[in-house]
């Protein structure tokens, strides 16, 4: 016996505001060139693409798939965006409009807050002992806690500081600096907007 076929399915790369039904061009994704096109709730819209129903892995490929659409529907085609997840699914164009129906008033105050406006990824680097030097020089019991005891310690009046000083030798990201500084553990993630159910 042959393999089963893989059933159809949806694919949602963002909802957008539209009055009308639009086509986007065959850039979905899958490699199929499949056509990428808005499935319509009131003037509520999601941009999506039909796809076999499976679990999409995050390779190079499909996540610039994913966002060269999202890139269409903002830069070339002028709609503001709220991004889904990479890999959201439906199984019907109705389950898209029901999900549309349950959240269309989140979905409307989010549109109506990001109109007009642009998303920026910011990727910081630093020098490890720059960074450490500073700290030290600010924070005048670091400087008593390593003359003292010749090591870091966490101490109470300069916690976060001294926190980072201490745990930067596991190697954690710094995420501000500031007076004092704050960290951002390698498992944490970029923050995002996510729906109820998208991811």
Known sequence: MGDQPVAEGIYVYCIIESAGPRSLGKIGIGGRADDVFTVLHRELAAVVSRTPLMVYDPTRENALTHEHVNEVVMIDSGFTPVPMSFGTLFKTEDDIVEFLKDTYDALRDVLRTMKDKLEFGLKVNWDRN??????????????????????????????????????????????????????????????RTRLSGTG
């Open 130 to 191: 720059t960074v450490l030097a500073d700290i030290e020089r600010d924070c005048e019991e670091i400087r008593r806690s390593k003359a003292s005891t010749g090591i870091r310690r966490t101490s109470r009046g300069c916690s976060s500081a001294a926190s980072w000083s201490r745990r930067s030798r596991s190697g954690p990201r710094c995420s501000s600096v500031r007076s004092t500084t704050s960290c951002a553990s390698p498992r944490s993630r970029r923050a």
